[in-house]
């Protein structure tokens, strides 16, 4: 199988820390990104944990108030 090069940009800070944790897996970087770019193609996804939990803004507030309001006024009619 024939290899490519991918380059990337990143902040030096990033890098550093980055290639420190992959230094303690005894992994090099071209290892580590091998890794992971081989589990996206295996399982057709991206293997990352997003613990973001989303928080309602001002206009979803509102409009949930708005609706609330409006409920109050069909509920007692």
Not at 13 to 34: C, H, M, N, R, W
Request: aromatic residues 10%; hydrophobic residues 40%; without cysteine.
């Amino acid at each position: 199988m024939t290899t490519t090069n991918y380059n990337i940009r990143l902040e030096q800070e990033l890098k550093d820390s980055a290639f420190s944790v992959f230094e303690s897996y005894g992994l090099t970087p071209s290892q580590a990104i091998k890794l992971f770019l081989t589990q996206v193609a295996q399982t057709n996804t991206v293997p990352l944990s997003f613990d973001y939990q989303a928080r309602a803004n001002v206009k979803t507030l509102d409009e949930a108030l708005e609706t609330k309001a409006v409920m109050n006024t069909v509920v007692s009619q």
